[in-house]
C-alpha cells in the first residue's frame, strides 16, 4: 500500500479486509503480478502518476476468480488484468485479493499458464501491441535490422525475443554491457551500447540504419533513432526511461518520410486486448519466457524492486507472488 500525504509518501505491507477494495464485478485471488516502471513511480515523493491518496500499486495481476456478478466470467477461471486505471486510480495487483471491473478481465488463454501471462503482463503486451503496428505500418523481415532500445528491461527483453521469432534480424541496444549475452541468448543478431546509437548527435540526419524500431527509452535515443530510420520506416515508442522530452528537426518526417507511433497499452480497447492476448499465447518459447524472469518476490521484498526498477538495475521481469 502507498499512502499519501501531499508530496509524502509511505509504502509499506498492509493488513486490509475485501470491504477495503474498491468497487467491481470481479473478485480474483492474485496468484502473480509483476514489477513495472510506472508501479515504481507511483511510490515517489510527488508523482503525478498514482490518483489516490491511497494506492495498491501493481498495473499487472494474474489469478483465480473467487466471485463474479457478470455472467460471462465463471467463478474458478484464470484471469488476468492489467492496464486501464489498474494500480494507478484503482487497487491493483500487489496484494492477496482483487476486485476489478469485469470490462477489464481478459480470460488466460488456453496453453498459457498464470506464471507465463505474468512474465509477458504489459511489458509483453506493449511489445506485441508495438510490432502489430510497425508491421501495419509495412514493416516487414525483408526490409532490414529492426531496432530494439533499452533492450535488457520488460519491454525490450519481449520485443526482442518477439521480432526474433517472427524472424527479423534484431539489432539490441542497452546501456549494460554485461547483458550482451542475455541479450544473444533472446535472439539479438547483434547487441551494440547506447554510444554506438546516439553518437554524432549534432548532425540532422545520420546514416540509414533500421528498417523499424522498438523504442522503450525515449529522451535523446528517440531523437537518435529518428535521425536513423530507412526511408518510410517508423518507430514505435513507448518508454520515458531516458526522459519524458525529446528534441528533433522536421527533417526525418519531411526528407526520410518516418514516422512515429505512439503506443498506448493503458486504454487498449478489451476486444483488442484479449485478441492480442491470444495470439500471444504461443509467441514465445516456454524455456526462453522462464529465463526473463530476473527475480520472484513476495510483497515484503517490494520496496527495493521498485528502487531497482526505476534506477534501470533490472533485467528482463520480477515476478510478484503475493500469498506464499
Known amino acids: 500500500m ?15 479486509v475485501p470491504d477495503d477494495l474498491l468497487p467491481g464485478e470481479v473478485l480474483i485471488r492474485v496468484r502473480w503480478s509483476a514489477v513495472n516502471y510506472k508501479d515504481g513511480m507511483v511510490t515517489r515523493p510527488g508523482n503525478r502518476v498514482a490518483r489516490l491518496d491511497r494506492l495498491i500499486p501493481g498495473v499487472d495481476l494474474v489469478g483465480t476468480v473467487l466471485a463474479s456478478d457478470e455472467p460471462t466470467i465463471a ?47 504489459t511489458a509483453g503486451f506493449t511489445a506485441a501491441l508495438s510490432l502489430h503496428r510497425l508491421e501495419h505500418h509495412g514493416l516487414e523481415a525483408a526490409r532490414g535490422p529492426v531496432l530494439v532500445t533499452g533492450a535488457s528491461g520488460g519491454v525490450g527483453s519481449l520485443a526482442v525475443s518477439l521480432l526474433a521469432s517472427r524472424g527479423y534480424r534484431v539489432v539490441a541496444s542497452t546501456g549494460k554491457s554485461s547483458e ?24 540532422t540526419l545520420g546514416p540509414e540504419r533500421w528498417a523499424g524500431a522498438v523504442d522503450c527509452v525515449g529522451g535523446p535515443t528517440l531523437s537518435a533513432v529518428l535521425r536513423t530510420l530507412d526511408y518510410g520506416a517508423a518507430v514505435a515508442a513507448s518508454g520515458l526511461t531516458g526522459g519524458n522530452t525529446f528534441e528533433s528537426t522536421v527533417y526525418p518526417f519531411i526528407v526520410r518520410n518516418v514516422s512515429l507511433i505512439g503506443i498506448d497499452t493503458v486504454q487498449t480497447p478489451i476486444g483488442e486486448r484479449r485478441s492480442v492476448w491470444d495470439e ?13 524472469v530476473d527475480d520472484e518476490l513476495g510483497l515484503d521484498q517490494l520496496g527495493p524492486a521498485l528502487d531497482r526498477i526505476l534506477s534501470g538495475g533490472v533485467r528482463g521481469r520480477m515476478l510478484v507472488r503475493p500469498a506464499p
Open 180 to 203: 550482451h549475452e542475455y541479450l544473444l541468448g533472446l535472439g539479438a543478431a547483434q547487441v551494440i551500447g547506447r554510444h554506438d546509437l546516439v553518437s554524432a548527435s549534432e548532425r
Open 2 to 16: 502507498v499512502d499519501r500525504a501531499g508530496d509524502a509518501v509511505d509504502a509499506g505491507v498492509r493488513t486490509l
Open 280 to 292: 500471444m499465447a504461443t509467441a514465445w518459447p516456454s524455456p526462453v519466457l522462464d529465463g526473463m
Open 75 to 121: 467463478v474458478g477461471q484464470e484471469v488476468i488484468a492489467h492496464g486501464y486505471d489498474l494500480g494507478v486510480a484503482h487497487h491493483g495487483g500487489f496484494a492477496e485479493l482483487a476486485r476489478v471491473p469485469a470490462a477489464w478481465v481478459v480470460p488466460l488463454p488456453e496453453g498459457l499458464t498464470a506464471r507465463r501471462a505474468a512474465t509477458i503482463g
